[in-house]
């Protein structure tokens, strides 16, 4: 689709609405009452200096046969919108971290205003319109209209509804957010003080506390309540409220909204009005829950339709997805600044005087570094693979199979909470491989983990969501013996027997080269785990209780399963056709790097389960290190190939050509406190105490 209009109809087409009272108030009565990633490869083995600019045209060459060819239309798409973007001067954003948060959050809306006019204005299609929006790089309620309000009407609401809504929401004639968290309830959904109700009796207080989009800009929200028809509850649904007038922008009666106030880090996820709601005797019209999963009659009878119940949380299931290519981005931003950092730092070196040694060099940075670039490449393509999952499942779905929700739920949810919390990290890490200057604003690396952080939280706290994951292996687990056969990401369970008693048959450092005996010590060690938890769990009389008490090793379980998802995902991608000279190669270092220091990581849980013996495990790490020379060679490559503009990296330490000390220099002059020589406060604080010492020192 190439022009606005059928862009926009486009979506109309190709998807797809009697009195009710909304209330977080108990006090209320009537109705519902709401309570293309490419891989340059150089001869030079990207031993660039990164100190001129003639050496782009060498390092940058686009050649199609370079390329990597797992979603080339997506590659062109993005280079042409991360351009698009870096090219228009109301996308700045190197002067955020200057500014209040209201001038913040107006520059914010101010970007979305303009984004949503280049989009109409260039006739962008639905995938370039969403990668200009990530190039924007800024938190904005745009995210959860687009990403959550949208989703949660496609996937709950039914053929009437959506006809209804979506086209008002595509053409951004409501705007919406996702509202389900409350002050005091956000991993326990179905601890949901909110109650949409018809005829409601007590009178406590809850807010909804949390959702982006919500506090100063949102229309409409997807509200998240317990239905009560008939005195009697029916579990949480979702509720479409319009919350603000369409005319003047005030709440409308019964409604209270604001923003929840500034967020960790200073520029950073503060340009989102994340916002408080309070309802109080709202009503909405009935038909305005979403009732693909429950229809409410106009009776006030509840029919169950043949979906199942948990499609309500689909929409967290579709984000999760996303959210771990995301982590991909965001570890593969900051990778690239620290490569091309540590390329250009040198320190310490020969004692005769000739050149220092560039930090990259060192084998202690390269083994903190080139593992973050492993995952970056591996949480890319387990990405894919997620995405992959959960169009067969909602295509599986709409044929009324839910036989796969389980697995996606699990696999959304681990790999959720492995790639985001490895992410966080590994930013942080990325900061300090950076010496002092990446502490630097300038860096971009303190603003990209304030904004990053959250992601551990948000669509689930990570831990609660490995333990969704532990449960769903315990079940596993616990059918075994019954003959029903585990499939998908589960199907190495099967061999459960035979992996309990396996004995790994590295004998020297290069058998660690196969794939198949890397798998096989990622399947016995998690299957070891999760064989061990559920033999502990079955000596408590209450498994909930037993479930409390082990949860610390059921998470332990989880991340081991999902850890083996991650690396059989690498290896599969790897058995597939990759053009583009030496770039397979490169990619199987990678792979058996991020294996192999996974390895070397929880080398306790190896150990301990006996998959692999002290001696194999010295081994790994051995060829752990040879594997890091391999890659140094092409690091630089490896981080171009991202295919970062500079505006999009926002880091003067990750700069493509290298010029890092004089833009450094350069930054410093525009702060703010070197707008004057001497400063302000001069008078009034430093020249008082500075004579006072004078006059006591002539005493
Ligand atoms: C286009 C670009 C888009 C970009 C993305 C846009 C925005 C993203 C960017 C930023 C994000 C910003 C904000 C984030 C917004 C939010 O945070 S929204 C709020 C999200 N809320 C949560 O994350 C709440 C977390 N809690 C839960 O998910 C669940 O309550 C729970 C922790 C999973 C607990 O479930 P449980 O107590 O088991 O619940 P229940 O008893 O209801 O479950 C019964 C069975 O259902 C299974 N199940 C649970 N969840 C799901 C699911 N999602 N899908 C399928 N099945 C599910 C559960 O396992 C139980 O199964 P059994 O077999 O019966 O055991
Ligand atoms: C930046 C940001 C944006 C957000 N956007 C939205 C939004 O748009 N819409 C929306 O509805 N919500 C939003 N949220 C809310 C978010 O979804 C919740 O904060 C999240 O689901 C975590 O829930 P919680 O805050 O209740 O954490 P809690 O559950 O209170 O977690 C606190 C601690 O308790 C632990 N814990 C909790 N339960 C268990 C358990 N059963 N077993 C073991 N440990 C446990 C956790 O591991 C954690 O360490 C946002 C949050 C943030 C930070």
């Avoid at 009659?297 to 029919?303: A, D, H, Q, W, Y």
């Avoid at 890397?518 to 061990?532: G, T």
């Avoid at 996974?598 to 002290?614: M, N, Y």
């Avoid at 505006?647 to 700069?655: A, E, N, P, T, Y």
């Amino acid at each position: 689709m190439s022009s606005a209009q059928g862009f926009l109809n486009d979506w109309v087409e190709s998807r797809v609405g009697l009195g009710s009272n909304i209330s977080n108030s108990r006090n209320t009565s009537v109705s519902y009452n709401i309570k293309g990633c490419w891989i340059p490869l150089t001869d030079n083995g990207g031993r660039r200096s990164l100190g001129s600019r003639e050496e782009q045209g060498s390092v940058r060459c686009r050649r199609d046969e370079d390329r990597l060819g797992w979603f080339p239309p997506h590659f062109d798409v993005s280079d042409r919108m991360a351009r698009l973007v870096a090219s228009d001067p109301v996308f700045r954003k190197d002067n955020r971290a200057m500014l209040s948060r209201k001038e913040l959050f107006k520059n914010t809306l101010r970007k979305a205003a303009h984004a949503w006019k280049r989009i109409i204005e260039l006739r962008l299609s639905e995938e370039e319109a969403s990668e200009m929006r990530f190039y924007v790089d800024e938190p904005a309620f745009t995210d959860l209209h687009w990403g959550m309000f949208v989703p949660a009407i496609k996937g709950q609401g039914t053929e009437e509804q959506q006809q209804k809504w979506l086209p008002l929401a595509y053409k951004m004639q409501i705007i919406g957010c996702y509202a389900q968290t409350e002050l005091g309830h956000g991993s326990n959904v179905q601890g949901l003080e909110t109650t949409a109700t018809f005829d409601p009796e007590s009178d406590e207080f809850s807010f909804i506390w949390w959702p982006g989009g919500l506090g100063k800009v949102s229309t409409h929200a997807v509200v998240y309540a317990r239905l009560i028809t008939e005195g009697q509850e029916h579990g949480v649904h979702g509720f479409i409220v319009q919350l603000r007038s369409l005319d003047d922008h005030m709440p409308l009666p019964g409604i209270t909204v604001g923003d929840i106030g500034m967020k960790f880090g200073t520029g950073a996820y503060n340009t989102m009005d994340n916002g408080v709601l309070r309802f109080d005797n709202v009503r909405i019209p009935r038909n305005q829950m979403l009732m693909r999963v429950m229809r409410v009659t106009r009776e006030g009878k509840c029919v169950q339709s043949n979906v199942p119940r948990q499609l309500i949380y689909g929409t967290m299931v579709y984000v999760r997805q996303t959210i771990v290519s995301d982590a991909s981005s965001a570890l593969s931003r900051a990778v690239c600044i620290a490569t091309r950092y540590s390329a250009v730092r040198r320190q310490f070196g020969p004692q005769d005087g000739g050149v220092e040694t560039q930090v990259i060099d060192y084998k202690t940075q390269q083994s903190r570094l080139f593992p973050l670039l492993a995952s970056a490449y591996a949480f890319r393509f387990v990405g894919e693979w997620l995405k992959w999952l959960y169009l067969d499942v909602t295509q599986r779905l709409q044929a009324n199979d839910f036989s796969t929700l389980p697995e996606a739920h699990a696999c959304t949810a681990g790999l959720k909470s492995l790639t985001t919390s490895a992410t966080a990290d590994a930013i942080e890490e990325c900061r300090k491989l950076c010496g002092g200057h990446g502490y630097l604003s300038s860096s971009g690396l303190p603003e990209l983990f304030a904004v990053y952080v959250p992601a551990c939280t948000y669509e689930g706290d990570n831990v609660v969501l490995l333990l969704q994951v532990a449960r769903f292996l315990m079940k596993t687990v616990s059918q075994l013996g019954s003959g029903k056969k585990p499939v998908g990401t589960t199907a190495y369970m099967a061999r459960a027997e035979d992996l309990l008693q396996s004995r790994c048959s590295v004998q020297k450092a290069e058998d660690w080269l196969k794939p198949s005996v890397i798998l096989e010590a990622f399947e016995a060690r998690a299957v070891r785990m999760c064989v061990a938890c559920a033999q502990s769990l079955s000596k408590f009389q209450n498994p909930e209780e037993g479930f409390l008490e082990l949860s610390a090793d059921l998470v332990e379980a989880a991340i081991a399963h999902c850890q083996l998802i991650v690396v059989s995902k690498f290896i599969e991608k790897l058995q597939q056709d990759i053009p583009g000279k030496g770039v397979k190669q490169q990619l199987q270092i990678l792979c058996y790097i991020y294996a192999l220091n996974l390895l070397h990581k929880h080398l306790g849980d190896f150990l301990s389960t006996g998959c692999i013996t002290p001696k194999q495990a010295s081994l790994a790490n051995d060829h752990l290190r040879s594997l890091y020379s391999k890659v140094r060679p092409n690091a630089i490559a490896l981080v171009d190939a991202f295919n970062y503009t500079d505006h999009f990296l926002g880091s003067v330490l990750g700069r493509y050509d290298g010029n890092v000390y004089p833009k450094l220099y350069e930054e410093a002059w525009k702060d703010p406190l070197n707008d004057s020589v001497v400063p302000d406060g001069y008078q009034e604080y430093i020249r008082p105490m500075l004579k006072q010492q004078l006059r006591n020192a002539r005493l």
